[in-house]
């Protein structure tokens, strides 16, 4: 898995029928978006721990994640006061710049999904799916064990790991 | 008193350095066994509890967890082992019969790995399957007597009336297994790898269930003592029809998938009340006899319009050659023999342990039998029980099988790791339970897609096992007893075995 920056539209679907609520997507998210690439490390070591960009929902025996979905017509890129919300050209997604976030939240208002994290520390967005965009494959869809989520390309074919 | 609640049966071993907290061990085991304490942030087990599943093992993301088997450190003893001391353990506290799932775990001889097979050198060549055709089909079904030619103005044309026949591409069919002791899933990961691969599954005693509907044209539809979710629909549905008189995890027992278990879904496909207690009796009520048989086989052929093989299954008991002689004089097209070895979802321990004889004898004893009684291809031939690899494949047929049945075999491509908790209802794996939070950790399309690469896999092993010995049709093997020779084995062994012991030529 090398980290080739990807330049075409792609899409997560989740199948919640086959989600066994283990949250293996949100260890290796926080894992992917680390500084180590290293599971122990970003666990264990010095760095703060990133948030994953997952939701998990569940409720007895339904359970599934929710990322974001990069909406063809995103109310947080409306909302964004700043342009730290924006469209990347190639892909279509729609991905965050702290440096430009001043933490007003107005995308977390505005997401219907509710699937932007907030910091309160820092007061910014912590954390928002962004498909992985330094990857071939999303960190998430790559470990879930059951492939309950499973990457799509524009016209919905999935796309397999090599 | 002290009570002996009972002797630990693993270790569960986590690498405090590696185990990042994430609990999902936690939320994965069904048995409760870890749990965090966010006070003291320590993962922790209860090795009690554990049955040896390894799911947490398997999803566990930095590989903390090893499950060791804790040999609990009772003084040696040559006679009392863990496992007799563990049930009496159990039985003092409960009074009960102790359960037991999946096949006997016993050293009864297995005589596949008594048994080595031949290889072509010099004097006969060897094939190479990836370069010359290599036949692995297999037809099951009745065989007429003798070809019928009828010559019309010079031409010769064949009036032979061929008995309806089941189409296999490799001569390895997944056993009888219900919706009930498996989870639905595991039913669709088997039906799935069955169609796609060009053999057939097989619904047990549990009915068919109608998302299984897409892959009834390679089901076989079992009718067993309970009759469960058989009528005319379920009969018509079907590739073929198997009567199931016993099975080798527990023959002369019946079963009993408890009331909890009976589900909406499983009430429906079984046409019994949802929350009662499903029962099937130990014999079929209505068959006493040989002669009780035929009219149930000749009774589902007429519900078939003769369209369809009619088979009978049993289980290998000291009897099983003469009583498959009455079974294919009775009307069968095939009979299904299962061995000592052959898995259940749920039986007593004592039966499972103790009863039946293993399916190398009970192959070579009823193949030998029908031959002498010239009925051989009357029938085909199942074997079942124990089959662990291709290589007993081979040796199975060799000895006088059609084909094999998998159950086992087919589970642990699915995951299981043979627990031998079926009748929990708590299988991690999501294969023999019901439960909703467990089922849906198996996804059917990978299921089928592991159960299609064994299928696959042991089929290009029998080809190059068949090309070894000079041999390009699967057909060509069958009662072929050359093949084999014995290793280790007693006179008598060899003789019922019908082999020569290794080192002795042709
Ligand atoms: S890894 Fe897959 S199965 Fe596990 S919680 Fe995430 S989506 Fe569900
Ligand atoms: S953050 Fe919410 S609104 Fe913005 S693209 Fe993602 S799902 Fe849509
Ligand atoms: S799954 Fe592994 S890493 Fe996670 S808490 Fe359990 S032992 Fe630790
Ligand atoms: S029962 Fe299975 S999942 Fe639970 S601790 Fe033991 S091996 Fe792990």
């Known amino acids: ?162 | 008193m002290a009570i002996p609640k009972k002797l630990r049966e693993f270790d569960v071993v986590r690498d405090d350095e590696k185990c990042i907290r994430c609990e999902v061990c936690c939320r994965m085991c069904a048995n409760d066994v870890h749990s965090y304490d966010a006070e003291t942030d320590k993962v922790s087990a209860d090795s009690a509890k554990c049955v040896g599943c390894h799911f947490c093992e398997d999803v566990c993301p930095t590989e903390a967890l090893v499950i060791k088997r804790n040999k609990s450190q009772i003084k040696r003893n040559a006679n009392w082992k863990n496992d007799a001391l563990g049930n009496i353990i159990k039985q003092a506290n409960t009074g009960g019969v102790v359960l037991i799932g999946m096949g006997n775990d016993r050293p009864i001889r297995d005589y596949f790995g008594h048994i080595v097979l031949n290889a072509s050198q010099v004097t006969n060549p060897s094939i190479d399957p990836l370069r010359e055709p290599m036949e692995l089909k297999t037809f099951i079904g009745s065989k007429p007597d003798r070809i019928e030619l009828v010559e019309k103005k010079s031409k010769i044309k064949n009036t032979t009336e061929i008995p309806p026949q089941l189409e296999l591409e490799t001569p390895v069919l997944f056993t009888a297994m219900s919706f009930g002791s498996i989870s639905l899933n595991a039913c669709k990961s088997l039906a799935k790898a069955a169609c796609d691969f060009g053999t057939y599954w097989n619904t047990g005693e549990g009915g068919l269930h109608k998302d299984l509907y897409p892959y009834a044209h390679r089901c076989i539809v079992q009718v067993a003592s309970g009759r469960f979710g058989v009528d005319r629909e379920y009969l018509k549905k079907g590739a073929a029809i198997e009567i199931k008189i016993g099975q080798g995890a527990k023959p002369g027992i019946g079963g009993h998938l408890p009331g909890e278990k009976v589900s909406a879904e499983i009430s429906s496909t079984r046409m019994i009340p949802e929350g009662t207690d499903a029962l099937s009796p130990a014999p079929h009520h209505d068959i006493y006899s040989i002669e009780d048989l035929r009219q149930l086989i000749f009774a589902l052929k007429e519900a078939t319009d003769y369209k369809k093989p009619v088979g009978v299954k049993i289980a290998a008991v000291h009897n099983v050659a003469p009583i498959a002689s009455g079974i294919v004089r009775a009307g069968a097209d095939f009979v299904v023999i299962d061995g000592i070895r052959g898995g259940t979802g749920a039986a007593p321990q004592i039966i499972r342990d103790n009863v039946g004889i293993p399916i190398e004898l009970a192959v070579a004893a009823v193949d030998q039998r029908l031959r002498e009684e010239g009925i051989r291809h009357r029938a085909s031939l199942i074997a079942a029980g124990g089959i662990k690899s291709s290589g007993d494949v081979v040796k199975a047929v060799a000895l006088g099988a059609d084909a094999v049945y998998i159950g086992t075999a087919a589970l642990v491509a699915l995951g299981c790791h043979l627990c031998q908790r079926c009748y929990t209802g708590k299988c991690n794996w999501g294969i023999a339970t019901q439960d909703p939070y467990l089922t849906k950790r198996l996804n059917p399309e990978i299921g089928a897609k592991r159960a299609y690469n064994l299928l696959r896999g042991w089929s290009l092993e029998i080809k190059e096992m068949l090309g070894g010995m000079g041999i390009n049709a699967i057909e060509s093997l069958r009662g072929n007893k050359e093949q084999l020779r014995g290793v280790g084995l007693h006179e008598k062994e060899l003789e019922l075995l019908g082999i020569k012991h290794a080192g002795e030529a042709w």
């Open chain 1, 1 to 162: 898995m090398g980290d080739k920056k990807i330049n075409k539209p792609r899409r997560i679907i989740i199948r919640e029928e086959y989600c066994m609520g283990c949250r293996l997507c949100e260890v290796w998210c926080i894992v992917a978006h680390s500084k180590s690439k290293d599971i122990i490390k970003a666990y264990k070591g010095q760095e703060p721990r990133p948030v994953s960009g997952i939701y998990f929902e569940e409720r007895g025996a339904i359970s599934f994640t929710l990322q974001c979905r990069h909406c063809e017509d995103a109310p947080c890129l409306e909302a964004c006061l700043t342009g730290a919300m924006y469209r990347d050209k190639k892909t279509g997604m729609v991905l965050h710049n702290k440096d430009k976030c001043v933490g007003c939240w107005m995308c977390i208002m505005a997401c219907p999904y509710g699937v932007i994290k907030p910091d309160f520390k820092e007061k910014k967005v912590a954390s928002k799916c962004d498909l992985c965009i330094e990857r071939e494959f999303p960190a998430c869809v790559e470990h879930c064990p059951n492939e309950a989520i499973i990457l799509v390309n524009k016209k919905g074919e999935r796309i397999d790991k090599e």
